[in-house]
């Protein structure tokens, strides 16, 4: 059956493989952002699709639409963008979610909240699991995102519980693909455009710390399979690759992959920055009959390929909107 999907944030690079995929199942999009962090090569390949919508709007102020199902995924993801201007990123997450989940409630649409790994914080359980409450510094540089989406994740349990909002909460552990914004400071693309530059790499720390990094594709089917469970199943559930590697072995395997010529050097490790992250994801499987798929070394020669043109084609990447 053809729904009416919102997709917040749908600009963004795992918002826009949300509305292709969207799309391809026969859905109308409307494909909300404020162009923060997002970009409009990103979608542009979908405008001249008759059942595709783009609007500009943020959604920390409300928003009205007739909608079957919302998937929110609006909220810079990179610390170095989401602590550009930490209040803003708090109020996306806090004042955006109230919008969205009132928005849910008066149309009586499904919502699929995009909560992240971050709610577990610097934790002390290894893999994380759902029932996990996590180890979060409230006041530090991280936590106008990690708190932020616990609050946001505390308000989807409150619409559901006062209100019977639908509500689906999905924690995404790191994610990657093509489309990352190069510039945007995460680690995936930071290694493989420097490699590619035979720039030094910058490992953070001494980098023992370690990170399960999964392709765009399997997140895409994940997010899709929940948001499609029987309203009874509200999560909170991880979705994510359990290959967990060290940030040096990620280093390591990305020159390899790009025979290049760069040197490792070690900078000071950023605050608060999780120590060991890995998820749990037998809920997902017997839930949703969900895993990933897709090795690493086989997306990060996707993604290495694409930013290997985007250098030769000279793409300007400078496109942070700093007035939102
Ligand atoms: P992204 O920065 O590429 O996308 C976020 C999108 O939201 C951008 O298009 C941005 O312009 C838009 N946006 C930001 N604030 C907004 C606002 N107030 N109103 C409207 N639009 C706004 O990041 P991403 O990696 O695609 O992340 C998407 C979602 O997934 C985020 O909610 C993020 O927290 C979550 N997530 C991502 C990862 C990951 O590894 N990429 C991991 C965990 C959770
Ligand atoms: N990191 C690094 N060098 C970089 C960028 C990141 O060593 O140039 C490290 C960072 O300190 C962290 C890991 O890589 O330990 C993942 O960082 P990212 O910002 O991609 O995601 P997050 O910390 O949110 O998981």
């Keep these: 059956m053809k729904k009416r999907v919102l997709v917040t944030g749908g600009a963004g690079f795992i918002g826009s493989h949300l509305c292709e995929y969207l799309l391809s199942k026969g859905h109308e999009v409307f494909c909300l952002d404020n162009f923060f962090t997002g970009s409009k090569e990103n979608i542009i390949h979908l405008k001249s699709e008759k059942y595709f919508e783009i609007i500009r709007h943020d959604i920390i102020n409300p928003f009205h639409i007739e909608t079957d199902e919302i998937y929110n995924l609006a909220c810079p993801a990179s610390p170095q963008h989401y602590q550009y201007n930490p209040i803003k990123t708090m109020k996306t997450s806090v004042i955006g979610s109230i919008n969205m989940l009132g928005l849910a409630k008066r149309v009586n649409a499904k919502i699929l909240q995009a909560s992240t790994s971050e709610v577990y914080g610097d934790p002390k359980m290894h893999p994380q699991s759902e029932e996990y409450w996590g180890n979060v510094n409230p006041i530090g540089k991280r936590s106008c995102y990690d708190v932020g989406k616990r609050?946001?994740?505390?308000?989807?349990?409150?619409?559901?519980?006062?209100?019977?909002?639908?509500?689906?909460?999905?924690?995404?552990?790191?994610?990657?693909?093509?489309?990352?914004?190069?510039?945007?400071?995460?680690?995936?693309?930071?290694?493989?455009?420097?490699?590619?530059?035979?720039?030094?790499?910058?490992v953070f720390g001494d980098g023992k710390q370690t990170r399960s990094f999964q392709y765009v594709d399997d997140l895409i089917i994940g997010?899709?399979?929940?948001?499609?469970?029987?309203?009874?199943?509200?999560?909170?559930?991880?979705?994510?690759?359990?290959?967990?590697?060290?940030?040096?072995?990620?280093?390591?395997?990305?020159?390899?992959?790009?025979?290049?010529?760069?040197?490792?050097?070690?900078?000071?490790?950023?605050?608060?920055?999780?120590?060991?992250?890995?998820?749990?994801?037998?809920?997902?499987?017997?839930?949703?009959?969900?895993?990933?798929?897709?090795?690493?070394?086989?997306?990060?020669?996707?993604?290495?390929?694409?930013?290997?043109?985007?250098?030769?084609?000279?793409?300007?990447?400078?496109?942070?909107?700093?007035?939102?």
């Excluded at 689906?168 to 790191?174: D, E, H, L, M, P």
Aim: charged share 25%; with cysteine; aromatic share 8%.
């Design 223 to 324: 997010l899709y399979k929940m948001m499609n469970t029987s309203n009874s199943i509200i999560g909170p559930i991880n979705i994510g690759n359990t290959e967990e590697f060290t940030i040096l072995e990620l280093a390591v395997k990305i020159i390899e992959l790009t025979n290049s010529k760069s040197k490792i050097i070690h900078l000071p490790l950023p605050e608060d920055d999780p120590l060991r992250r890995k998820p749990n994801i037998d809920l997902a499987k017997e839930t949703l009959n969900w895993k990933p798929i897709t090795k690493l070394e086989e997306g990060l020669i996707k993604t290495i390929n694409y930013f290997d043109k985007c250098i030769k084609n000279n793409r300007d990447y400078s496109t942070l909107n700093k007035f939102n």
């Design 151 to 202: 609050a946001s994740e505390t308000l989807c349990m409150d619409y559901h519980r006062q209100n019977n909002v639908h509500i689906k909460i999905v924690r995404i552990f790191n994610t990657y693909e093509p489309r990352m914004m190069p510039n945007d400071g995460r680690v995936v693309s930071n290694f493989i455009l420097q490699a590619l530059q035979d720039k030094d790499i910058t």
